[in-house]
């Protein structure tokens, strides 16, 4: 069957002689899907889910029991509060933009210590210029950088000590950087150190693609407010879109007020008949998560024995779903990506070529047959085209077809 999708003997045998060698890396990701299958399970029944949750509400959404029920699900398993699930929010971009304007005041202080976030965030906190940025409204904004892909707790000591800080940003994910993804272990440190320092300081985590990547979540080691997408790991490709906002109840109250109207907060928001597919995607999500995860190790393996710089390495510990490949070469990582169209379901015969997509400062390729738009818990691959050329390559609904993908990008280069 390979053959039929011109993938050639050679790269069949390796992939045979791979399987072989990750098989103990697959046998820890099979036991933490089983982990967390059971917490999702378990949160099901303690919330009685029944058909009645799979009813819809149109125009303001009062009394949306379904969508009440699908947020006490979330923090169950999320070990929250209480959280947002919603549709009303277009991506994970929009979650985290509406959790930050929720949380932070004129004249506030907001800090990443893990570097400049994601791109689409520069125009959110006013890094690159916006009318309706937080720096518009006179919210600040300052950076600490990751020394050797971890914390650099000398310089967020002497920061949290001299001024004050209203909210610490974690983000966990790499994003379009070259460096590691952060550990809940690193996260569980880094909070026990800024809590022996300040009490008070709002901890936020931007979750997206860490989700059920291993057994812990972030609030259960000490973070007040954690921001995911359901088109990545919690959707479990299912979801039609959304994303969540879950933690301590006063900050999810503010996120409510601000994603809906002050005096209307969670009360609103209507479901338009998606609550069967965000809990039978939250129901699949371990699965997913565990296929995508395998894809990613697979695809570390082979590219690794290909000759390619791969991050991280089919065996280290994984923080998310992210795969990166280094290509040092534009031409590679073009065809890399185009590689993984030609794998997918969906648009198998478009090209994607690089191009400047809003949000984002350089231009961008992104391949990604996805059944939805901008699904990256989907196989899909994109690389800024900028040095030192680096694929990021996350998803995979099943491992089989993540498989096929990945062996479809590789052929693609030769
Ligand atoms: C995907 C992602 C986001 C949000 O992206 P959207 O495309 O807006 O959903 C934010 N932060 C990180 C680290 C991400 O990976």
Redesign the pocket.
């Known amino acids: 069957m390979y053959k039929n999708f011109g993938i050639n003997e050679n790269l069949i045998e390796l992939s045979a002689k791979v399987e072989e060698e990750v098989k103990d890396v697959f046998s820890k990701i099979d036991k933490i899907c089983e982990y967390n299958s059971l917490k999702v399970l378990k949160a099901f029944q303690d919330n009685n889910i029944s058909d009645m949750h799979f009813g819809s509400t149109t125009g303001y959404g009062y009394g949306d029991v379904g969508r009440d029920t699908i947020e006490k699900v979330f923090s169950q398993v999320l070990s929250a509060e209480d959280s947002l699930v919603r549709s009303q929010f277009i991506?994970?971009?929009?979650a985290?933009t509406v959790a930050l304007f929720a949380f932070l005041r004129p004249s506030d202080t907001m800090l990443s210590i893990t570097g400049k976030p994601?791109d689409?965030l520069d125009e959110v906190i006013g890094i690159k210029e916006n009318s309706s940025s937080l720096k518009s409204f006179g919210v600040n904004f300052e950076k600490i950088d990751l020394i050797d892909n971890d914390f650099d707790y000398k310089n967020i000591e002497k920061v949290l000590k001299s001024k004050k800080i209203k909210l610490v940003e974690i983000?966990r994910?790499k994003?379009y950087s070259t460096r590691k993804s952060i550990t809940i272990d690193q996260v569980e440190n880094v909070i026990k150190f800024i809590r022996k320092i300040d009490k008070e300081v709002i901890i936020m985590i931007?979750n997206?693609?860490c989700e059920f990547v291993g057994e812990k979540e972030p609030l259960e080691v000490g973070a007040d407010v954690i921001v995911g997408?359901l088109?990545?790991n919690l959707g479990g490709g299912i979801a039609p879109n959304g994303?969540y906002i879950a933690g301590r109840k006063d900050l999810v109250e503010l996120a409510g007020q601000r994603l809906t109207v002050p005096g209307e907060g969670k009360e609103v928001g209507p479901t338009l008949g998606i609550n069967k597919s965000i809990l039978q995607g939250l129901f699949l999500a371990p699965s997913v998560v565990k296929a995508s995860l395998k894809t990613a190790v697979f695809a570390s393996k082979m590219l690794e024995k290909l000759g390619y710089r791969t991050e991280p390495l089919f065996n280290e510990n994984r923080a998310d779903i992210v795969q990166t490949i280094i290509f040092e070469d534009k031409e590679k990582l073009i065809k890399y990506c185009q590689g993984i169209q030609m794998g997918s379901p969906i648009d198998s015969n478009s090209i994607p070529e690089p191009w400047d997509m809003p949000g984002y400062t350089d231009q961008v390729i992104m391949a990604a047959g996805a059944f939805t738009q901008?699904s990256?818990i989907e196989l899909s691959c994109d690389g800024p085209i900028r040095p030192p050329y680096v694929a990021f390559m996350q998803g995979g609904l099943t491992y089989e077809y993540g498989k096929i993908g990945v062996l479809k990008a590789i052929q693609n280069i030769y």
Request: charged share 10%; with cysteine.
């Open positions: 991506s994970g971009t929009h985290l994601y689409t983000q994910s994003g931007d997206c693609y997408s088109i990545k994303a901008g990256s």
